[in-house]
C-alpha cells in the first residue's frame, strides 16, 4: 500500500468518525432548563425519549460525572462490573466489614444509578440488616440513617420513582418508629443535626419527617408519576397514619392535653377530612393548614376493578340502598313477606329447626344449618322487583332493584378497601382521642406505666383511674363502641397492668371498668364460640349421662378457651367475672366427670393457669395465709406451741378453701401444691419441735398424697442465694465467681 | 483487624518450605531432563542424547553461575531505555494522576473509616496499574526485539541467554521499583492531605455537664460536623479539654480563656494514620461446661472466623502470649480488644454486654480477674493493665485449673496441683505481673469471659492482643509498597520467562492466566481438594446449564457421571497448578497499611523469600525456554 492511499483511508476514517460522532452529538444533545421553563430547549431525540420515559438525567445539571466515569471506564463490562461488585458487597457484609461494604455499594450504584431496586434493596440492606448487627444502639442508629441518606441519594437520579420517596418516608418512619430501641432511635433522630439541619426542633419528630416525605411521594404521583403495583390505598394511608402514630408517640413520651389533642384532630382531618369528628368540625384553622391535603377518606381511589371509590362513602351509599330497599317494598306492600313464607317453605327441617334454636344454644351443625338457612331466605331486590305484578310498577322495581344492588356493590367494594387500612377502627380512635376523658386516661397510663417498676400498688391505681377515664370516652360515644372502643392504648396498658397485678399477686377488681369489654371480645372470639358449643354439646351428653361424650367434649371446650385465654390473659386474671364464672362452670363439670370416671387432673391441664388463679383469690384464701404468715413467724420465734396452734388453723382455713374445688381440681398444680408442702414441712418440724407426733389422719391428707404421687420433695425448698447486681450504666467491678472451683 | 490467614513465624516456617522448595523444583528440574532426554532420544538415538544432556547441563551450569554483573547491568540498562521509549511508564504515571485527581468523586470522606478507605485505594490503584504497566513491558519486549532482531545483534556480544534473561528482568525490576517510588510519594500526601480537616469550636457549642464547682464549669458539647462526622468534648472545671474518637481518630484541644470568651483551637486529627505493633497469642477455647476446646460455640453467622463463649457459664475465651519479657512492657499492658456480641435476649440496650478480663499463671493457676468491662463492637476497645496489681483493685483472685479431657475420657487438671495459699491475699497485697503471673518461660493467659447469662461473645486469634509502642506509619506505608513491588517482581517474571517462548500476545495471555491463577490460588485450592460447593470445573458447567444452584445433589444422570468422573483429573490439575502459581493476594499487605497495623519483620521475611523462591525457578526457566530458540544457541 503506498503512502498516499494509506493517507486517505486515514482522512477518510478520521471523516467517518467525526461524522458519527457529530450525528451522536445531535441525537444525545443534552436539553437545558427545567421542564415546565419557556425557554426550555429540549435537547436531542435521545434526551427527549430519556426525558419521556425518566430513562435517565436529561439536563446538563444532573449528570453525574462520577457515575458516568465509572460507567465509561467499565468500557461496556457494566453488566459484569455489577455482578462483581454485587457478590463483593455480600462478601463484605458477611464478614462484617461496613465501611468496605459502604463504599462497594457506592461504586456499584453509580454503575446502576436507574436501577431502583438496587437502591431500594440495599437501602434497606443498610437500615434493617448492617444496622441490626450492631450492639449499641447508636451504632444502629448510624447505619438506619446511613441507609436512608443512600435511599436520598437515589432519589437525586430517580426523581420519577415515588417508591423511593415513599422508602424514606417508610425508614423514618416505621425503623425509627417502631424498632425495640425507639425510644433511644427518637431521641437520636430528634438530636440529630446534621440530618435536620434547618428544620425547626418541634418538627424533628420521626414521624412527622415520615409524613413529609410520603407526601412529596403523593406529589409525584399527582405530577404524573406511576405507583407500578402498590395499592393506592396503602400508599395513601401512609402519611395520615404517621401523624396518628406521631399523636400516639406523643402521649407514650408523657405528652398530654393541647398539644396531643390537636395532633389527634390533625390526623382525624387527614384520614376522614374532618367531617365526622365532633372536633374537627370546630377547628377550621386546621383545613386552612392542610391546604390542598385531601384526606384518605376523600380521596378518589382506583380500585383493581377499575372503579372509583372514596372510602368516606360507603355509609352514604348503604343509607341509600336501604331507602330505595323500602320503597321497593312499598311498591307492593305484602309480595316481601310472602316471598319469604315461600323461602321458609323450602328449607329443611333442620334449617328451620336451626332458625329457630336462640343463638347461645346454637351448636357447629345447627350453626351450619344456620347460615345455609339465612343464605336461602336472602331475598334479592331483582328477586323482588320480577314478582311485581303491576307492568309500570314493575319498571319502577327494577330501576330501584338495579340501583340497590349498585350501591351495596360499591359499599361492598368500599368495605373491602377499608379493611385493608383498617379505616373504621382508626376514624373512631382519633373521635376518642381528641376527648378529655380519653386524653386524662392516657395521661394515667403514662403514669402507671412509669411506676410499674418503682411502685407496683400507685401504678395499679393509677391504671385504675385510667380505665375508669377510658370507660367514660368510650360512653360519649357510644356509636364508635364497635371499631375504636377499647384501641390499642388500652390493650398495651392492660397488659401492663396484667404483670402489676401479678408482682402485687392480686386480680382485677370485681368492679374492673372495662370488664364488659373484655365480655365482647371473648364472644367475638371464635375459639369462645367453639367452646360454648362444645360445652353446649357437653351438657346434653351428660344429660344423657353419656359421661366419656361429655369429657370429650368438655375437654374440646377447654382446648379452645385456652386458645382465648392466650390472647385475652387478663380474663385469667378476672378481669371479667361473667366469663370467669363460665369458666368455672367448664372446670367444676369436667372435674365432676373426671372424678365419676376415677380419673385424675394432671400438670397438662389446659386451664392450669386459670385453676391457680382462682385457688390463689378464692374466699377464705387470704385468711388462710394470714394465719401460716403468723405461724411461720412464731415459729422462727421459738413460739412452738403458738406456732401449731396457728398452723392447724392455717391448714383448717386452706381446707375449707380447697373445698370450694372439685377434687381432681384441688391438686392439680404444682405450684399451688409446693406452696402447701412447705406449709405442711413446716408445722411437721414444728410438732417435732414440741415432741409430738404428726396428726393422722392428717387435715390435708389428699395434699400429701398428690405431693407424694408428684414426687415433690418433702423438704422445704432452701431459700435460692440471691445474684449479685448487675450495675446499671458505667461499667464497675463485679466479684465475680470463679470459673471453675481449683481442687 | 480480621486475620484468617496468620503468617507462620519465621524460624518455623523455613524448615518446612525449604524442603518443600527443594522437592518441588528437584522434582520440575528432573522431569524437564527426563523430558529433553527423551525427545533427543527420539531426534537422534541414546548415544548422542546422552552427549547433547551432559552438554547442556554443563553449558547450563556455566551459563547460571558464571553471571557477569557487568553484562546484566549493561543489558538491563538497555531495558530500562526501551521502557523509556516505548513511553509505557509514562503513560501509566500520568493515568496514575490522573486516577488520583479524580479519585475524590469515588472515595467518601464521610465514611466511618475514612483511613481505610483511602489507603486501600492508593494501594490497589497503585497495585493493579503497576502489575498491569510491568505485564504489557515484560510480555512484549523479548518477542519485540526477536521479530525486529535486536536481540541478533545482542547475541553476538559476548552475553550468555542467562544474561538476557536476567538483564531484562532487572531492568523492568528496576523502571517499576521507580514507578513505585513516585507512585507512593504521591499517595503518601494524597491520602496524608485527603484525611486532613479540621472542626470548629466555640463557646457557645458548649453546655454544663454537671454543677459547678470552686474551680469552675464543666462542660460539654460536640464540635461542627466535617467529613460527616462531629466529636464529643468534654471540658473539665479545671478547664483541660478533652475531644472523644469519632471516625477513628481524635483532635488535640487548646482552650485559652475561660467562660463565654474563652477560645477553642481544635488542633488536626490523630490515631487514623498508625501502625500498631500487636503482640498476638494464641487462642483455645472453654466450653460452658468448663473443659478446654479448640473451638467456641458456632451462633450460626456464615463467616465462621469467630467463635463464641457463652455468657454467665465458665466459657472463656483463652489467648496464651508467649516470650513476655520484664523489658516489653515495664510499667502497663495496653491490650487492645475487638469483640463481637450476640444477644439471644435484648437485655439492656442502653449499655453494652458486660465482660471480664483476666489474667491467669499456667504454671501456678493463679487466676486475676482484673475487671469487668462493657462490650464495644466493631471497634478497638483498650484496656490498661498495670504490670503491678493491687487486690483492691481488681476484681478478684483465685486458683484455675484447666481441665482437658482425653480421648478416652479421662481428665487432666493443669497445673495438675495449686498452692492454695497463692489466692489468699490482702487488700493492699501487690500482685507483681512478671513474677507470678507470668511463667519462667515468659508464658501467661489473657481469659475473656462473657458475664450476662444468654449473651455470647464472638473472638478470633488477631481479636486480642497486647499492643507495643507504634511503629513508623510512614516505614509501615513503605512496607505496603514493598508488597506491590513483590508481586510487580513476580509478574516481570513470568512476563519475560513466557516471552523467551511465546510470540507477544500469547505470552500476555499466559502471564494473565499465571497471574488471575494467583489471585484465585485459594479458590482453586478448595475446588481441588473439594471443599468448594458446586463440585469442579466440569460439574460447574453442568450446573450452569441447568440453571442449578451449588447446594442442590445433581441427578445422577449420564452426563453428571461423565461430568464428574472429568473432574477428577481436573481436580489433581488445579492442586498441581494452586501448588505451582504463588498466592498473590498473600503479597499484599494493603489490609495492614489500611487497618493501621504494622507489617512486622517477620511477615516482610517470609513473603520476601517466597517471592524468591518463585522467582528464581521462573527465571532458570526462562533461560531454557530462551535456549531452545535459534537466537540463542
Redesign the interface.
Same mark, same amino acid.
Request: charged residues 30%; aromatic residues 12%; without cysteine.
Given at each position: 500500500m503506498n503512502p498516499r492511499r494509506t493517507l486517505l483511508h486515514k482522512v477518510l476514517y478520521l471523516a467517518a468518525m467525526a461524522g458519527l460522532l457529530a450525528v451522536i452529538a445531535v441525537l444525545a444533545l443534552p436539553s437545558s432548563g427545567e421542564p415546565g421553563n419557556p425557554n426550555r430547549r429540549p435537547g436531542g431525540y435521545l434526551t427527549q425519549l430519556r426525558d419521556r420515559y425518566g430513562l435517565s438525567e436529561s439536563l446538563i445539571g444532573q449528570l453525574d460525572? %462520577?457515575s458516568q %466515569?465509572?460507567r465509561l471506564a467499565t468500557l461496556g463490562m457494566r453488566g459484569v462490573a455489577a455482578n462483581i461488585l454485587w457478590e463483593k458487597a455480600n462478601d463484605y457484609k458477611?464478614?462484617?466489614?461496613?465501611?468496605?461494604l459502604?463504599?462497594t455499594l457506592?461504586?456499584l450504584i453509580?454503575l446502576e444509578p436507574h436501577f431502583v431496586t438496587v437502591w431500594r434493596h440495599q437501602g434497606w440492606n443498610l437500615s434493617y440488616n448492617v444496622s441490626a448487627e450492631?450492639?449499641?444502639?447508636r =451504632?444502629r442508629y448510624?447505619w438506619v440513617i446511613e441507609g436512608i441518606r443512600f435511599l436520598q441519594e437515589g432519589i437525586h437520579y430517580n426523581e420519577h420513582s415515588p417508591h423511593l420517596v415513599w422508602d424514606v418516608g417508610w425508614f423514618i418512619g416505621q425503623k425509627i418508629g417502631r424498632a425495640?430501641?425507639h425510644k433511644?432511635f427518637r431521641r437520636l433522630f430528634r438530636e440529630d443535626?446534621?440530618f435536620h439541619q434547618d428544620r425547626p426542633p418541634e418538627y424533628r419528630d420521626n414521624w412527622l419527617v415520615g409524613k413529609e416525605w410520603f407526601r412529596t411521594a403523593e406529589g409525584l404521583v399527582a405530577r404524573g408519576d406511576s405507583l407500578k403495583n402498590t395499592s393506592p390505598v396503602l400508599f395513601y394511608s401512609d402519611a395520615p397514619m404517621c401523624q396518628a402514630n406521631y399523636a400516639d408517640a406523643l402521649e407514650i413520651d408523657g405528652v398530654f392535653q393541647e398539644k396531643a389533642k390537636r395532633a389527634w384532630q390533625k390526623f382525624d382531618y387527614e384520614w376522614t377530612g374532618g367531617r365526622r369528628g365532633p372536633y374537627t368540625e370546630a377547628a377550621p384553622d386546621l383545613q386552612a393548614a392542610g391546604g390542598d391535603i385531601l384526606a384518605l377518606g376523600a380521596r378518589e381511589i382506583r380500585t383493581t376493578t377499575d372503579e372509583l371509590i372514596r372510602l368516606n362513602e360507603q355509609e352514604t351509599l348503604l343509607h341509600a340502598a336501604s331507602d330505595n330497599l323500602a320503597r321497593l317494598k312499598a311498591i307492593e306492600p305484602d309480595l316481601f313477606q310472602k316471598l319469604l313464607n315461600e323461602k321458609r317453605k323450602d328449607l329443611s327441617p333442620k334449617e328451620r329447626k336451626a332458625l329457630d334454636t336462640a343463638p347461645a344454644d346454637l351448636t357447629g351443625e345447627l350453626f351450619a344449618f344456620r347460615r345455609s338457612a339465612m343464605g336461602k331466605l336472602d331475598i334479592r331486590p331483582e328477586e323482588l322487583a320480577r314478582r311485581v305484578k303491576d307492568d309500570k310498577k314493575r319498571d319502577e322495581a327494577r330501576t330501584l332493584a338495579t340501583q340497590i344492588n349498585l350501591a351495596n356493590h360499591m359499599a361492598d367494594v368500599i368495605g373491602r378497601y377499608k379493611q385493608i387500612v383498617n379505616f373504621d377502627y382508626w376514624r373512631s380512635r382519633a373521635i376518642i382521642e381528641q376527648s378529655d376523658e380519653a386524653v386524662t386516661a392516657r395521661e394515667f397510663f403514662y403514669k402507671g406505666e412509669s411506676l410499674a417498676k418503682l411502685d407496683p400498688q400507685a401504678a395499679q391505681e393509677e391504671f385504675v383511674k385510667g380505665f375508669v377515664k377510658w370507660r367514660a370516652a368510650v360512653d360519649r360515644f357510644p356509636q364508635l363502641k364497635e371499631n375504636g372502643g377499647l384501641g390499642q392504648p388500652v390493650i398495651d396498658a392492660m397488659e401492663r397492668y396484667v404483670k402489676v397485678l401479678d408482682q402485687l399477686d392480686e386480680v382485677f377488681p370485681k368492679d374492673f371498668a372495662l370488664a364488659d369489654y373484655i365480655r365482647s371480645q371473648v364472644d367475638e372470639n371464635h375459639g369462645a364460640f367453639q367452646a360454648r358449643g362444645s360445652m353446649a354439646e357437653g351438657r346434653k351428653a351428660e344429660a344423657k349421662g353419656d359421661l366419656r361424650a361429655a369429657r370429650k367434649a368438655y375437654e374440646t371446650a377447654l382446648s379452645s378457651w385456652r386458645g382465648v385465654l392466650d390472647k385475652l390473659p387478663a380474663v385469667v386474671m378476672m378481669a371479667d367475672p361473667k366469663t370467669s364464672a363460665e369458666l368455672l362452670e367448664l372446670v367444676t363439670r369436667y372435674a365432676a366427670i373426671a372424678e365419676k370416671l376415677g380419673e385424675t387432673v394432671g400438670q397438662d391441664f389446659p386451664l392450669l393457669d386459670f385453676v391457680r388463679v382462682q385457688i390463689q383469690h378464692a374466699d377464705g384464701t387470704d385468711k388462710a395465709r394470714e394465719l401460716v404468715f403468723s405461724a411461720d413467724r412464731a415459729r422462727e420465734e421459738q413460739r412452738l406451741p403458738e406456732a401449731r396452734k396457728q398452723y392447724e388453723a392455717g391448714l383448717a382455713a386452706w381446707r375449707k378453701v380447697l373445698d370450694q374445688f372439685p377434687k381432681p381440681i384441688r391438686t392439680c398444680d404444682s405450684k399451688i401444691l409446693s406452696r402447701l408442702n412447705d406449709v405442711i414441712e413446716h408445722y411437721r418440724f414444728t410438732m417435732r419441735g414440741l415432741g409430738q407426733k404428726f396428726p393422722q389422719p392428717f387435715v390435708l391428707q389428699d395434699v400429701s398424697d398428690a405431693i407424694r404421687a408428684g414426687g415433690m420433695s418433702v423438704r422445704p425448698r432452701a431459700p435460692k442465694p440471691a445474684r449479685p447486681p448487675?450495675p446499671? =450504666?458505667?461499667?464497675?467491678?463485679?466479684?465475680? =465467681?470463679?470459673?471453675?472451683p481449683?481442687? | 483487624m480480621?486475620l484468617e490467614n496468620p503468617v507462620p513465624a519465621f524460624a518455623e516456617w523455613i524448615g518446612g518450605a525449604w524442603h518443600q522448595w527443594l522437592l518441588v523444583v528437584g522434582c520440575l528440574a528432573v522431569a524437564a531432563l527426563l523430558l529433553g532426554f527423551l525427545v533427543a532420544l527420539f531426534r537422534h538415538g541414546p548415544r548422542r542424547a546422552l552427549r547433547m544432556t551432559e552438554r547442556t547441563l554443563g553449558e547450563s551450569a556455566a551459563d547460571l553461575l558464571l553471571i557477569s554483573p557487568r553484562r546484566i547491568g549493561a543489558l538491563a540498562y538497555l531495558a530500562i531505555k526501551e521502557s523509556i521509549r516505548h513511553r509505557v511508564i509514562l503513560v501509566g504515571f500520568l493515568l496514575f494522576v490522573l486516577i488520583l485527581l479524580?479519585a475524590s468523586?469515588? /472515595?467518601?470522606p464521610n465514611?466511618?473509616?475514612p483511613a !481505610? /478507605?483511602y489507603m486501600?485505594a492508593v494501594l490497589t490503584t497503585s497495585s493493579y496499574l503497576v502489575l498491569l504497566l510491568m505485564l504489557f513491558l515484560s510480555v512484549f519486549s523479548l518477542p519485540n526485539d526477536i521479530r525486529a532482531r535486536t536481540l541478533h545483534t545482542v547475541v553476538t556480544k559476548p552475553v550468555r541467554p542467562s544474561e538476557v534473561v536476567l538483564g531484562r528482568m532487572l531492568g523492568f525490576i528496576l523502571m517499576g521499583s521507580g514507578l513505585l517510588v513516585v507512585m507512593g510519594f504521591i499517595s503518601y500526601f494524597f491520602v496524608v492531605r485527603g484525611l486532613e480537616h479540621k472542626h470548629a469550636l466555640t463557646a457557645a457549642d458548649l453546655k454544663p455537664a454537671g454543677p459547678a464547682t470552686a474551680d469552675g464549669q464543666p462542660l460539654k458539647g460536640t464540635t461542627s460536623?466535617v467529613y460527616?462526622h462531629?466529636h464529643a468534648v468534654y471540658v473539665d472545671a479545671k478547664g483541660q479539654g478533652r475531644i472523644e474518637t469519632e471516625h477513628r481518630h481524635w483532635h488535640g484541644l487548646k482552650i485559652d480563656g475561660s467562660g463565654e470568651k474563652a477560645v477553642y483551637a481544635v488542633g488536626p486529627e490523630e490515631g487514623s494514620l498508625v501502625a500498631r505493633v500487636p503482640f498476638y497469642g494464641t487462642l483455645a477455647f472453654?466450653d460452658n461446661k468448663?473443659f478446654d476446646t479448640d473451638k467456641g460455640i458456632s451462633v450460626g453467622h456464615?463467616?465462621t472466623?469467630r467463635s463464641y463463649i457463652e455468657g454467665g457459664s465458665?466459657a $472463656?475465651a483463652i489467648w496464651t502470649l508467649s516470650g513476655l519479657r520484664p523489658e516489653m512492657f515495664e510499667k502497663k499492658l495496653p491490650v487492645d480488644m475487638n469483640i *463481637?456480641?450476640f444477644?439471644t435476649h +435484648?437485655g439492656?440496650? *442502653? !449499655?453494652?454486654? /458486660?465482660g471480664?478480663l483476666a489474667i491467669r499463671n499456667p504454671d501456678t493457676?493463679l487466676?486475676v *480477674?482484673i475487671?469487668?468491662? *462493657?462490650? +464495644?463492637?466493631?471497634a478497638i476497645k483498650q484496656l490498661d493493665i498495670p504490670t503491678t496489681l493491687v487486690r483492691k483493685k481488681v476484681?478478684?483472685v483465685?486458683?484455675?485449673?484447666r +481441665?482437658i479431657k482425653g480421648a478416652d475420657g479421662s481428665i487432666t /487438671?493443669s497445673p495438675a496441683t495449686?498452692d $492454695?495459699s497463692l $489466692?489468699q491475699r490482702k487488700e493492699d497485697d501487690e500482685i507483681d505481673f512478671y513474677k507470678e503471673l507470668v511463667t519462667k518461660d515468659g508464658k501467661t493467659e489473657l481469659?475473656l !469471659?462473657c458475664?450476662?447469662p444468654g449473651q455470647y461473645f464472638g473472638a478470633a486469634q488477631a481479636d486480642l492482643y497486647l499492643r507495643a509502642p507504634d511503629a513508623s506509619f510512614t516505614l509501615n506505608f513503605v512496607k505496603g509498597y514493598v508488597g506491590i513491588w513483590l508481586q510487580m517482581l513476580l509478574v516481570i517474571g513470568f512476563g519475560v520467562m513466557f516471552s523467551t517462548f511465546l510470540s507477544g500476545p500469547v505470552a500476555m495471555i499466559a502471564t494473565i492466566g499465571a497471574l488471575l491463577g494467583g489471585m484465585f490460588n485459594p479458590f482453586m485450592a478448595k475446588v481441588a481438594s473439594g471443599e468448594q460447593l458446586g463440585g469442579g470445573p466440569f460439574e460447574a458447567m453442568v450446573r450452569l446449564g441447568e440453571q442449578t444452584n451449588l447446594v442442590v445433589d445433581l441427578q445422577p444422570t449420564l452426563g453428571t457421571n461423565v461430568a464428574k468422573a472429568f473432574d477428577v483429573p481436573a481436580r489433581y490439575a488445579m492442586k498441581a497448578m494452586s501448588s505451582m502459581l504463588p498466592t498473590f493476594g498473600d503479597f499484599s499487605y494493603a489490609e495492614f497499611v489500611a487497618d493501621g497495623y504494622n507489617i512486622d519483620v517477620n511477615t516482610m521475611l517470609v513473603r520476601c523469600l517466597q517471592a524468591l523462591a518463585f522467582f528464581l525457578p521462573v527465571f532458570v526457566a526462562g533461560y531454557f525456554f530462551l535456549k531452545t530458540r535459534e537466537v540463542a544457541r
Open positions: 460525572p %462520577t %466515569t465509572i458477611m464478614k462484617k466489614d461496613w465501611s468496605n459502604k463504599a457506592n461504586q453509580r450492631f450492639d449499641d444502639y =451504632g448510624h425495640d430501641e433511644q443535626e446534621d448487675i446499671a =450504666g458505667v461499667p464497675g467491678k463485679l466479684p465475680g =465467681g470463679p470459673p471453675s481449683a481442687k | 480480621t479524580f468523586w469515588f /472515595l467518601d465514611s466511618t473509616e !481505610r /478507605l486501600n460536623s460527616g462531629r472453654r468448663g456464615e463467616w472466623y465458665p $472463656a *463481637e456480641v444477644r +435484648k439492656n440496650i *442502653e !449499655r453494652g454486654v /458486660l471480664s493457676g487466676y *480477674e475487671e469487668i468491662f *462493657e462490650s +464495644k463492637e466493631f476484681t478478684g483465685q486458683l484455675v485449673q +481441665k /487438671l495449686v $492454695a $489466692a481469659w !469471659r458475664v450476662e
